[in-house]
């Protein structure tokens, strides 16, 4: 698995709140700093970038009524030839007005879920 597969299986598993597998691919997460109530609703992945052992991603997640992006970029390190996802610096970024909204409605961010 590369760290580009790995980044897409942990956001899948965020979405099934499968915290045993995040911790398993993970070198630092632990259980209990993953296994908790959430009103998290994950809603899209893209992929940016990724090379090396970066994957630069944004991920959009609605809390409550607030739409939300994650713009991150991840450092996964190979252990025994297994590919764990190590850390991430996360960027301040915004989901940009006139962008494609991110709950799939088709219409503009501006027109849907930023109202």
Same mark, same amino acid.
């Given at each position: 698995?590369?760290?580009?597969?790995?980044?897409?299986?942990?956001? %899948?598993? &965020?979405?099934?709140? *499968?915290? %045993?597998?995040?911790?398993?691919?993970?070198? /630092?997460?632990? $259980?209990?700093?993953?296994?908790?109530?959430?009103?998290?609703?994950?809603? =899209?992945?893209?992929?940016? *970038?990724?090379? *090396?052992?970066?994957?630069? &991603? !944004?991920?959009?997640?609605?809390?409550?009524?607030?739409?939300? $992006?994650? /713009?991150?970029?991840?450092?996964?390190?190979?252990? *025994?030839?297994?590919? %764990?996802?190590?850390?991430?610096?996360?960027?301040?970024? !915004?989901?940009?007005?006139?962008?494609? #909204?991110? #709950?799939?409605?088709?219409? =503009?961010? %501006?027109? #849907? #879920?930023? =109202?």
């Amino acid at each position: 698995m590369t760290p580009k597969e790995l980044m897409i299986s942990r956001y %899948k598993a &965020f979405v099934n709140k *499968d915290w %045993k597998y995040l911790v398993e691919t993970s070198l /630092h997460q632990t $259980l209990e700093e993953l296994n908790h109530p959430t009103t998290i609703t994950w809603l =899209k992945l893209d992929v940016v *970038d990724n090379y *090396d052992n970066f994957v630069e &991603f !944004k991920a959009y997640y609605r809390d409550g009524s607030n739409v939300v $992006l994650l /713009h991150e970029k991840s450092r996964f390190t190979q252990v *025994d030839g297994v590919w %764990k996802y190590d850390d991430g610096v996360i960027f301040n970024s !915004k989901i940009e007005r006139n962008e494609s #909204c991110p #709950c799939g409605s088709g219409k =503009k961010f %501006k027109k #849907c #879920c930023a =109202k």
